[in-house]
Nanobody, 120 residues
Framework: QVQLTESGGDLVQSGGSLRLSCATS????????MVWFRQAGGKQRELVAG???????TYADFVKGRFTISRDNAKNTVYLQMNDLKPEDTAVYYC??????????????WGQGTRVTVSA
C-alpha cells in the first residue's frame, strides 16, 4: 500500500496562489499515475488533475489554465500549482496513485488531505 502525505494547503485570498505537494512512500512512484482530487463540504470528491508516468496531464475543466500538475520521480512527489484561486476552489485536496488516471471511486485508500480555503 502506497502511503500518501499531502501538504501545502492554507488560507489564501481570491486570486492568490498555492502549491500543494504529495509525498509518497515506497519505491514504486515511477510506475504510478498520480491524481489530485478535492472534496468540498457536502459534495462528492472530484478529480482535479492527473499525470501519467510519461508526463501526460489531464485537468478538470474548472481548473484548466489555472492549475498545473507536475511530478518529481526522484523525490517521489507530485505537485499541484494552483494560481488565480477562487472561493469555489475551497476544499480538502487529496492525491492518490494508481495505474491510470481515473475517478475517485477506484481508490480504496486515502491520505489525510490538505485543506485549501480561498476567501473572497
Amino acid at each position: 500500500q502506497v502511503q500518501l502525505t499531502e501538504s501545502g494547503g492554507d488560507l489564501v485570498q481570491s486570486g492568490g496562489s498555492l502549491r500543494l505537494s504529495c509525498a509518497t512512500s515506497g519505491n514504486f512512484f515511477g510506475i504510478y499515475a498520480m491524481v489530485w482530487f478535492r472534496q468540498a463540504g457536502g459534495k462528492q470528491r472530484e478529480l482535479v488533475a492527473g499525470i501519467t508516468t510519461n508526463g501526460d496531464t489531464t485537468y478538470a475543466d474548472f481548473v484548466k489554465g489555472r492549475f498545473t500538475i507536475s511530478r518529481d520521480n526522484a523525490k517521489n512527489t507530485v505537485y499541484l500549482q494552483m494560481n488565480d484561486l477562487k472561493p469555489e476552489d475551497t476544499a480538502v485536496y487529496y492525491c492518490n496513485a494508481g495505474l491510470e488516471v481515473t475517478g475517485p471511486e477506484h481508490y480504496a485508500f486515502w491520505g489525510q488531505g490538505t485543506r485549501v480555503t480561498v476567501s473572497a
